[in-house]
T-cell receptor, first 112, second 112 residues
Framework: DAKTTQPTSMDCAEGRAANLPCNHS???????VYWYRQIHSQGPQYIIH???NNETNEMASLIITEDRKSSTLILPHATLRDTAVYYC?????????????FGKGTRLSVIA | SQTIHQWPATLVQPVGSPLSLECTVE??????LYWYRQAAGRGLQLLFY??????ISSEVPQNLSASRPQDRQFILSSKKLLLSDSGFYLC???????????FGSGTRLTVV
């Protein structure tokens, strides 16, 4: 049973911002939103996570709507190396022992 | 710093042969450990996870088994490989969900 919905694929021009949406309309109050990405033939890489406030780190920004039913991952200046599958995952806050379940993600293609 | 080692990087095995993939973590104690598999063109499937020595949880019935003989060692095994066992096998660790997962570089298994 899918907790998140993401577009199958997206294109982005190099140097432009890539905005990757994720719908998680059934999210509950104790669940975090996590983002990972997987570059071809590599293991997934953690990007960012948030609960209800917007978050920013050196890789990306995470914008979570006020009702928490959707979020957007923003790569401010996409490069060719950002071409990857991006996974949005919702998981309970205090579930250190509950494994992450990856969906199908969004395949982002950054085009020169 | 924490590191995760996974080997071999690639493996070609005949149908019916045994399998042993090893994953070790350095620089942390009491990690949660995970095995995921990604079949060609498919998403990441959780196979096993472990929250401690000798504690293994299986997510899907299959031809594989896992063991955790030491705190930072996680082994994936099979007595007789099937063609359908081909895929990209990834080991990961975490210490509490808040810090995210760190994945190994993966083993690409081809059963012929």
């Amino acid at each position: 049973d899918a907790k998140t919905t993401q577009p199958t694929s997206m294109d982005c021009a190099e140097g432009r911002a890539a905005n990757l949406p994720c719908n998680h309309s059934t999210i509950s109050g104790n669940e975090y939103v996590y983002w990972y990405r997987q570059i071809h033939s590599q293991g997934p890489q953690y990007i960012i996570h948030g609960l209800k406030n917007n978050e920013t780190n050196e890789m990306a920004s995470l914008i979570i709507t006020e009702d928490r039913k959707s979020s957007t991952l923003i790569l401010p200046h996409a490069t060719l190396r950002d071409t990857a599958v991006y996974y949005c995952i919702v998981t309970p806050r205090n579930s250190g022992n509950t494994p992450l379940v990856f969906g199908k993600g969004t395949r982002l293609s950054v085009i020169a | 710093s924490q590191t995760i080692h996974q080997w071999p990087a690639t493996l070609v095995q005949p149908v019916g042969s045994p399998l042993s993939l090893e994953c070790t973590v350095e620089g942390t104690s009491n990690p949660n450990l995970y095995w995921y598999r990604q079949a060609a063109g498919r998403g990441l499937q959780l196979l096993f996870y472990s929250v401690g020595i000798g504690q293994i949880s299986s997510e899907v019935p299959q031809n594989l088994s896992a063991s955790r003989p030491q705190d930072r060692q996680f082994i994936l095994s099979s007595k007789k490989l099937l063609l359908s066992d081909s895929g990209f096998y990834l080991c990961a660790w975490s210490v509490g969900l808040i810090y995210g997962y760190t994945f190994g570089s993966g083993t690409r298994l081809t059963v012929v």
